[in-house]
């Protein structure tokens, strides 16, 4: 068992600086849980005060259930990969694996075992006499993350472990993590900025901003009911597309009517948007639910809309279309057999079963 709870954990620096603001979070037994959200918004702070290298100014960290708001990091049975991977320079790849060890005086022969099965995991057995520098990224990588597995520690830490790698090296490491930790049966948090590395390996997403736990969710519920505008734009590439607009009840529906265009919501959201009508409200569709209508399934005039056609990104598996619609912009990741033509007219049709209305004020999600 490997259970991780923050109970409203806050971290000021200098009484000053409110890196974290009363986090409340539990990471199960064996679960990949990913710390997501922009540079300083408090992921590697919420790891360091994980792992102890931090002092936590409130609240309670549980690991199995102890408190260990006052256990030295040493005595955590945890194990952080730093993103520089922190190896010595003067050490072989298998001193280094070992060196954790060493300090905590395991047996010769049993260090051996430890080590080589770690190499043997990791595909790095042929490197073991090696130095650091003779090393390439990756490797290192691999280096760091055996160093962490020797200890068999309750729960991994990785602090953004892959961004000094190149995006082809990343791709294969994500995925390879992504099968040691089925293989380690281990307990994980990571921490990263990039949503696509979230949404490939998490059980569970932790979104962050400003210090503040903005959701927590499988990467499904994430993408398709972020709780905020916050979430929804951070998550899904092009971003979400939000749009003033206002809720108007016509013709027994109820209307989204922005500068450019008006679409009917769908029946099973009427209730909830009742209370909303002639409000200010921000609509959100993302582009992939934007279609071209010469290649849609179900063109209806009450989910079709007119613009004008700004710029064509051809992406090759799809292309990217800039629409103005009135005073409305908006990004659509069409059919790549598309027609569009920069300047020209377009017929687009919105898949209304997934957009999402925002409450303008407060940014928070009303569906
Ligand atoms: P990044 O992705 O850039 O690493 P992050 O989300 O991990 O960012 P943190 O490093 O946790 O963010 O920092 C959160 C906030 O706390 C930032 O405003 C940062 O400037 C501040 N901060 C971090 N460490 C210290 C420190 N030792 N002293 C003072 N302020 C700090």
Known sequence: MAQVDLEKVTKVYDNKVVAVKEATLTVQDKEFVVLLGPSGCGKTTTLRMIAGLEEITSGTIKIDGKVVNDVEPKDRDIAMVFQNYALYPHMTVYENMAFGLKLRKFPKDEIERRVKEAAKILGIEQLLDRKPRQLSGGQRQRVAVGRAIVRNPKVFLFDEPLSNLDAKLRVQMKSELKKLHHRLNATIVYVTHDQVEAMTMANKIVV????????????????????????????????????????????????????????????????????????????????????????????????????????????????LLHVTAGEDSLVAKVDPRTKAQEGEKIDLVFDMNTIHVFDKETQQAII
């Not at 905020?228 to 971003?239: D, E, L, R, Y």
């Not at 607009?245 to 529906?253: F, K, R």
Request: charged fraction near 20%.
């Open 208 to 319: 962050m901003k400003d210090g503040i736990i903005q959701q927590i969710g499988s990467p499904n519920e994430i993408y398709n009911m972020p709780a905020n505008m916050f979430v929804a734009g951070f998550i899904g590439s092009p971003a979400m597309n939000f749009i003033n607009a206002t809720l108007v009840a016509e013709n027994g529906g109820i209307w989204v009517k922005t500068t450019g265009f008006k679409v009917k919501v769908v029946k099973e959201h009427e209730q909830t948007l009742e209370k909303w009508i002639d409000k200010e409200v921000v609509f959100g569709i993302r582009p992939e639910n934007i279609f071209d209508k010469l290649f849609a399934m179900a063109p209806q005039p009450e989910n079709t809309i007119q613009g004008t056609v700004d710029v064509v990104e051809p992406l090759g598996s799809e292309t």
